[in-house]
């Protein structure tokens, strides 16, 4: 070979791209299943998340399959964000609002995730009790109920058009027709998720005061 | 209607701040923008009636074939000499490409563009130190493919219209790109493929498209880009992957 430069960038983007989709992808879906188990009913919900945090080892899989994909995959977006020269109002293409549309959610979870990890994850004590009393609060409460609702509409937006953008970064989708015929999947995919998102969402925010009652006994127990 | 008005962005050097200077014109029909700059060259008179120094700007071969007269005509970048004043909504303006240097009013340096293509080695080695005969044969269908590459002009407006090409960044765009393809492509070209994907992981390279696909709505020779983008991607992914394991 000729010329030595180095691949950083190459892998540094190549990384970005991959940890979008694995694992923070398939964390998402893993997150919003876990979060529909309310559905079933809030006690199997609360059962459930004490499960949960009786995995083995779950501070490790957390680092490595959460925390740090995400730090690489927000640090180097926002330098995305910042070496592009958006211009879809002189464009104004589907793929290229996408394109601005995917910069800006980004940006959007990147705020929302440290407010919502440091609210929830860390808010005071780590019983479910309090992680359910709180968001039931966060929800009842007018201004951040409608960041969680931006939140999961960039979310969903920001999922499934990065799904069309990993497809073509590692070569699954190559073909002009077969990206046109992809893109329009993952229109309907953003509908399904956001709608799933918000089911889930309704269900946190609609707990009866019996049960509210119960989780309130539970926390000041410590449980 | 019986004038033009034209609105061009001038720049009277490279570091000289723009201005926005109209013409008034007298309509004539089937005019393009070229017919209409030279206008202007024969009587540098602006809509005040001032005298001004005729409009500098590149053309050259006036039938979209040589990319040289493309500027930003009505928002949007394409060629001078097939920007059709019948069909331009008035007034018309001018703009040079802005993501290359300025040399004077609608006059850019497209240099960038042709480094690129020495990074990607857009071209075929044929012979070495000795003459080598004929190159293997090619088959009709692949020749179909090359074809639509082939017709590229280095026009820039692909890397106008992307949100990825910057002045100062060092993007190579879709152009260069769709040319490393078509060397690819090509039997005898194909033997310099290695360098051309380690020239698409360096700094600048492939993975700095973000996939706006602007580029492919902009080509005027619709070039299908995109496809060329992503199938270079694919490439360059395997052959990262492959280089892991292989070297």
């Keep these: ?223 | 209607m019986s004038t033009i008005t034209l609105k061009i962005k001038r720049q009277d050097g490279p570091n000289s701040p723009s201005y926005w200077e109209e013409f008034a014109l007298p309509y004539k029909e089937n005019l393009n923008v070229i017919s209409l700059l030279q206008m202007i060259a024969l009587n540098p008179v602006n809509a005040k009636g001032e005298k001004v120094t005729p409009v500098v700007y590149e053309s050259n071969c006036l039938e979209e074939v040589c990319g040289a007269c493309s500027m930003v005509i009505n928002g949007r970048a394409r060629q001078a000499c097939s920007a059709l004043v019948d069909q331009l909504s008035q007034p018309i303006t001018l703009e040079p490409l802005n993501k290359f240097p300025i040399v004077r009013d609608l006059l850019v340096d497209r240099s960038a563009l042709f480094k690129a293509l020495t990074k990607v080695k857009a071209w075929v080695d044929i012979d070495g130190i000795y003459d080598m005969g004929f190159g293997p044969k090619d088959y009709e269908a692949n020749q179909a493919i090359r074809y639509d590459f082939s017709r590229c002009m280095t026009c820039g407006c692909c890397a106008q219209s992307c949100p990825n090409y910057t002045l100062n960044g060092d993007f190579i765009g879709p152009a260069a790109v769709g040319q490393a393809l078509l060397f690819n492509l090509h039997p005898t070209g194909s033997q310099l493929r290695g360098d051309r994907y380690e020239a698409l992981m360096a700094p600048g390279g492939l993975f700095e498209c973000g996939n706006s696909q602007n580029c492919v709505r902009t080509c005027p020779k619709e070039i299908p880009l995109t496809s060329a983008l992503a199938k270079m991607k694919q490439k360059v992914t395997w052959y990262a992957i492959k280089s892991i394991f292989v070297k």
């Design chain 1, 1 to 223: 070979m000729s010329q030595k430069e180095s691949k950083l960038e190459f892998a540094l983007r190549k990384l970005q791209s991959l940890s979008g989709f694995l694992p923070l992808c398939v964390f998402l879906m893993f997150h919003l299943v876990a979060n529909a188990v309310i559905m079933i009913s809030p006690g199997y919900y609360y059962k459930f998340i004490n499960t949960m945090a009786t995995i083995p080892g779950l501070i490790v899989i957390e680092l490595v399959i959460i925390f740090l994909p995400l730090i690489l995959h927000g640090c180097m977006g926002l330098y995305i964000v910042l070496t592009g020269r958006n211009n879809p109002r002189r464009y104004p293409y589907f793929r290229n609002w996408a394109f601005l549309l995917q910069r800006i959610s980004g940006v959007v979870i990147f705020a929302f995730l440290i407010y919502h990890v440091l609210t929830i994850k860390y808010g005071s004590d780590h019983s479910a009790a309090t992680m359910i009393l709180s968001l039931n609060a966060q929800f009842n409460t007018t201004w951040s109920a409608i960041f969680y609702v931006i939140a999961l509409i960039c979310v969903s937006f920001h999922v499934c058009n990065g799904l069309w953008g990993f497809a073509i970064n590692w070569g699954i989708l190559v073909g002009m027709r077969a990206q046109k015929v992809f893109g329009y999947v993952c229109i309907v995919l953003f509908i399904i998720l956001l709608i799933f998102w918000l089911f889930v969402m309704m269900n946190f925010l609609g707990l009866s005061d019996g049960v509210l009652k119960d989780l309130f006994i539970l926390q000041i127990n410590g449980f």
